[in-house]
Each structure stands twice: as C-alpha cells, then as structure tokens.
C-alpha cells in the first residue's frame, strides 16, 4: 500500500489528556445506564396501577357479589361439565388426530385424501354449525346401526336416546379438534430428522415399534407446546356447549344471569377468573410435561420454577457480600 | 485389540454378500449401472469412489434401504427384500423386510441415535425391540458393547452430551447389538473433527481382525490400506476396478482410479 503524502510514519505522541493517569488496575465494569429503559418502566407501572385501581374501585364490578357467585353450586356444575367436555373432547380430539395424521402421511391415496377432506371441510365450518347440525342430527338420521354395509343391520340404536346433551357436545368438539390436532400432530412427526426414521429401518425395529418408541416421543417435543394451544383453545370453545342446552361454566353463569339481570358483569367476573385458573394449572402442567420430553433434546434440562427461584437467591446474596466487600 | 473381543464375535457367522447386476435409478438419473460384487466372510471390503459415484447408495442396497430397479442382493444366500417366484422376483412384506435387516449392521455418516433415548437403550433398543433378548439380558450386552467400544461410563448419558466420535462408537455398538454377520459403514469418519477420526477407525480395525465381514464406504485412504482385503473403486455407478490394496491403491490399472487417486492423496 502506498502512504498518503504528507502522512507520518511514526504514530503522533498522543496528548497527556488522553493518557491514562495510571496503570489501570483490575476494578469492577460499571454497567451501561439505560435511562429509556427507566423511563418506558415507569410509564407501564403507572398504567397498570391504574388499570388495577379502576379494577378494584369501581363500583361496576360489584366484587361483593362476584364473592357471592364465584363458589355457588350452579356455578361449580358448569365448571365441572366444562371440564368433563374439555376432557373427553381433548383425548378423542388428540386421538382422531394421530389417526388422522397417519392417514395423512401414509402411502395410500385414498387414506390421504379421505384424510385432507376431512380437515379440509371440519376447518372449513363454525365450530357453532357443527354442533347445531349434530344437535339436530336425529332428524337426519332416525336409527344408527351396526351391520354390514348396505346390507342387513345386526342391531340399531335409537338416534335421540343415544345422543344425550353430553354426547352431542362431546362428539362435536372431538370432530372439530381432531382436525385441528392432525396437523399439530403431522407437523410434529414431520419435524422428527429423516436420519431417525432410516436408523430405525436400518437396525429392522419392527413399525410399530418405530412410530411408538422412536418417531413419536420425538415429534412429542414440537407436538406439546401446539397441543397445549389448541387445548386452551379447547376450554375456551367449550363455552359453545350452551347453544346445544348443555349448561357448563359459561352457560350457568349465563343463566343466572337471565334470572338476576344485575349481576350480569360480576358473573362474567366468576367466568373469567375460573377460565383464568383453568388456563394457568394447563400452563403449569405443560411446562413439567414439555421438560421431560426435553430429555436427550438439550445437554442439560431447563431449571423448574424453584430451582430458578434458589439459584436467584443465591446469586442475589453473592452480590450483595461482593458489593458489602468492595 | 482385546482377546474377549474376539471370542465375543466369534459366535457371530461372518456373511457371504453377493450384488447381482443391480440398476438403480433416482427418477432418470442412472445411479447404479450393473454392478457386481462379491464379499467372501470375513473379508474387509473398503469402497472408494468420487462423490456422486453411488457409492453410498450400492451400501443402501446392500441392506434394502434402497430399491434395486434391476438385479438383486443376497446374503448368505438367502435374497434381501424380495424372494423368488418362478423366474420372477418379489417384493417381500416390509415384516420380512425388517427381520432381514436385523441380521444387517449398519452405521451411518451422522451416527443417527435416538437423541431421547440413553446411550445405553440406544444400544439395548434393538435386541428387545426385534424380540431377541429379555430387557435385563439386552441391557447387559449394551453395557458389555460399550465396554468394547471404551464407553463404559457413559451408558446413562444422552448422545447430544457425547463428542462425535464417542457418538460414532455408540452408534457402532448399536449395530453390534443385534449380532450381525455383516456389518456396512456408510462414510463413518467423515462427519467428524480431524482429531477425533482415529478413535473411531480403531474401534472399526478392531472389528476387522475379528473375522466379521465389513463393507466400508470411505474417503480415509489410509485407513483402507491398513485394514482393507479388497479395495473396490467404483465410478458412475460401475465398478471400475477391484482388487488387493497394493494394486488398486499402488498401481491402479485405469485412468480414472489414478485420477482420482491424485485427487485424495
């Protein structure tokens, strides 16, 4: 490289100024001031000051009554029917959708298809219309029976007696999050590395095997966290339940609503926290079932809640001997 | 090497493998183009060849990972992954399939372990998976490969805690657990660091002198002088020479193998 003209060879003697006084000695790295950051803090903390405050004072509330509904035992049934739905729809909903996500995958055309329609049209349509139409489905179909196809029935089950309020629900909601869960669970089982399904083959583990014990547990791992979304979505859609004359959470409250007009806003108050709770000990239970998929996946498995509260503590105390000594 | 280790494998019936004329083709391109090949029992046969040859894909046969479009592979005789109708061949269930492939080691550029399994069901997995060993029994061969492989103390750890080269011998236990006559390698150094390649070759030359039948895809020409029986040179989906290493490797007889050669060395 050719020098500029005029420039120096060696460096200018830098000013006594810019000299440190002395050797630095090893101290402690005072931490970048972040004044933006204070400021934002500040402004959120006023606004949700103010938000609670609004919360708990205004009369609209009415929080004396929401004390009074929030353990009545109409309020308590709906939560348990809401419960039981979500439960049965949740285990019929996950295993429709595996089977669906298999025919899905496989290599059959026809299973494929049969398997994209039925996504295809119970995605398509309103959770509401599904569970309007099965309400309704007796009128459709008068009997159900069991025997060859076309052919003679073996016996037949009275279409209005078998399909309770209950059932109609539960069959509805499976129908819709079956859908929903197929993908979750065909995305999960494409996730799972090519390299585990040929080392599966490779050593001849026998099919089942290979999706139980190999393929599955893996998929587990990215099936979970989008499980556990459309399980919440699950407790939520619930709530629809009322529309067939089934009287779950929301519907109750809905109902003594009607009969005590006043207490409409304290008792959507009783709804929401139940749904609050309900959401919260899913979360709780996701994160427990989500790290022991995690086995094998990272080097070390995430700390619970407690092992990062103790592992704060100790930090906290570390820091304030360290800043003591200084 | 370790005389156990011997007397361990010596058990194990080491396989004639046999590759019959096989075409294979990935939609119009031609990767195996008549290939032949015989491995006598106990043989070390090394594959050579540049990237794209079919090399890989003539060990993916072997085992029936791959269709062969034309030809077929036997083992011990016996036909892998289809069997004989008159003068026709047939596809055989994937049951069937899978039995065959039990009897076949097989390991892999990427080791390919079960990440959510330990080192030691990794290894265990297989015998009780296909029936053949109790859970304790399985588990006590695992330990017993491990030891083989010098990994003894690591039957509880995951394969994501393990360097590459441990992963790798893990992997080559897995394979020994089911007890195979033959046993291919699908460029097994070749994902790993520089410094970790020879414990992993070790471990394979011990097998080599222990009288199982190996067939070994490589690009460590080394290694496949020191151990080899056979060197196979295989180029555009044929085999273009065959033979003794002092000959293919030392005094290779086509233009192309010498090409290649200079290419590697």
Redesign the interface.
């Known amino acids: 490289m050719s020098e500029p003209p005029g420039a120096t060879v060696t460096l200018a003697p830098t000013s006594p100024a810019d000299e440190p006084s002395k050797v630095l000695t090893a101290q402690r790295v005072l931490p970048l001031r972040r004044p933006g950051r204070w400021i934002a803090t500040a402004v959120v903390l006023v606004l949700v000051a103010q938000f609670v405050h609004g919360l708990v004072t205004n009369p609209f509330y009415q929080w004396d009554r929401w004390g009074y509904w929030f353990l009545r035992p109409t309020i308590l049934d709906g939560l348990v029917i809401t419960l039981e739905v979500t439960a049965y729809s949740a285990v019929l909903g996950l295993l429709g959708g595996i089977l669906l996500a298999l025919a899905r995958l496989s290599r059959s055309p026809v299973l494929r298809a049969v398997s994209w329609t039925y996504i295809w049209a119970l995605r398509s349509v309103p959770l509401i219309v599904v569970l309007l139409f099965l309400y309704n489905f007796s009128a459709l179909y008068k009997t159900l029976s069991v025997g060859i196809p076309f052919g003679p029935a073996f016996f037949s089950f009275d279409e209005s007696r078998l399909a309770t309020d209950m059932v109609v629900a539960v069959v509805g909601l499976s129908l819709n999050e079956a859908a929903y869960a197929a993908e979750v669970v065909r995305g999960g089982i494409l996730s799972v ?1 090519q ?2 399904h ?10 089942s ?1 290979q999706f139980r ?2 393929v599955f ?2 998929a587990l791992r990215s099936i979970i966290p989008n499980y556990v979304n459309q399980l919440i979505g699950l407790i939520k859609g619930t709530s629809l339940v009322f529309y067939v004359s089934l009287l779950d959470l929301f519907g109750s409250a809905q109902t003594m609503g009607s009969t005590y007009p006043g207490d409409i806003v304290p008792l959507l108050l009783v709804v929401t926290v139940w749904y609050l709770i309900l959401t919260s000990v899913v979360s709780v239970i996701q994160f427990y079932v989500e790290r022991h ?1 995690a ?5 070390s498995l995430p700390p619970t809640p407690l092992q990062k509260l103790r592992t704060a503590l100790t930090e906290l105390r570390a820091r304030i001997r360290r800043e003591a000594a200084v | 090497m370790t005389t156990d280790t011997i007397e361990a494998l010596a058990d194990v019936e080491a396989a004639t493998v046999e590759v019959h004329d096989v075409h294979k083709w990935y939609g119009t391109h031609r990767v195996l183009d008549g290939v032949d090949l015989t491995v006598r029992p106990g043989e070390v046969t090394v594959i050579l060849g540049p990237s794209g040859s079919g090399k890989s894909t003539l060990l993916r046969v072997i085992n029936h990972l791959e269709k062969p479009e034309i030809g077929y592979v036997s083992i011990n005789g016996e036909l892998i992954g289809v069997r004989r109708q008159g003068e026709r061949l047939k596809e055989l269930s994937e049951r069937a399939i899978l039995t065959q492939r039990s009897r076949i080691g097989f390991v892999f550029q990427n080791f390919n372990l079960f990440p959510h399994l330990t080192v030691l069901d990794n290894v265990a997995a297989a015998p009780v998976a296909t029936g053949r060993l109790g859970r304790t029994e399985a588990q006590e061969l695992a330990r017993e490969l491990l030891g083989r492989v010098g990994l003894a103390d690591k039957t509880g750890a995951y394969p994501r805690q393990l360097s590459g080269g441990q992963q790798q011998r893990v992997a080559i236990a897995r394979a020994l657990a089911l007890r195979p006559g033959v046993i291919l390698f699908d460029e097994p150094t070749s994902a790993l660091d520089p410094e970790l390649v020879g414990e992993v070759l070790a471990v394979i030359k011990d097998l080599a002198t222990s009288g199982t039948t190996l067939v070994i895809v490589t690009h460590e020409i080394g290694f496949a002088r020191e151990i080899a029986d056979r060197v196979v040179f295989i180029d555009g989906g044929r085999i273009v020479e065959q033979g003794p290493p002092s000959e293919v490797l030392d005094n290779p007889r086509h233009e192309r193998t010498r090409d290649f050669l200079s290419k590697v060395l």
Do not use: F, H, S, V
Request: net charge positive.
């Open positions: 590395d390299g585990q040929e080392a599966a083959a490779a050593l001849g583990l026998p099919k095997y014990r190999i547990p893996q998929y086995r094998g996946a990272t080097r």
